[in-house]
């Protein structure tokens, strides 16, 4: 019970910082449409997502100003290097990290226990959730980076 009451108070203090308005960025021009991800994935990738990013990331993807990163309208998130948001899903990030002109100083726990199906929906989800439109991860990506990190 008391580690369910401290979850509670430390998701209602990060909510606290979602009154600072989101940096507007543009989001890099892409020559072809990308195809809506299946519903299943989508759901399945909402599902980790609320039960590991949340707390940081927040319902809308904005993150917390100056400690964890925003995911929604994110160049790194949507660029084409699916192969580091992999590594940073699994291995975890620890230092400081510029994105989009922001500096975020927040360490990012590792999420290695996640199967390449959970890390390949939850990326995909965050890739495709908010304004965010790009190409699937597929879990064949996940477990090819996977075995590089062995």
Not at 94 to 114: C, F, I, Q, R, W
Not at 132 to 147: G, I, Q
């Amino acid at each position: 019970m008391k580690k369910i009451v401290s979850c509670i108070a430390v998701m209602t203090v990060l909510m606290s910082f979602q009154a600072v308005p989101k940096k507007q960025v543009s989001k890099p021009k892409t020559a072809a449409a990308v195809p809506a991800p299946a519903k299943a994935i989508m759901d399945r990738g909402k599902l980790v997502y609320l039960q590991q990013c949340l707390a940081c990331h927040q319902v809308d993807g904005g993150g917390v100003p100056h400690l964890n990163a925003p995911l929604d309208a994110a160049t790194q998130v949507v660029n084409n290097n699916k192969e580091r948001l992999i590594r940073i899903v699994l291995k975890g990030m620890t230092e400081s990290v510029e994105l989009d002109g922001e500096y975020y100083s927040n360490k990012m726990a590792p999420h290695s226990d996640l199967t390449d199906q959970q890390v390949s929906d939850v990326l995909t989800y965050v890739r495709n959730s908010w304004s965010n439109k790009a190409s699937a991860v597929t879990p064949a990506e996940v477990k090819a980076v996977r075995a590089k990190l062995k």
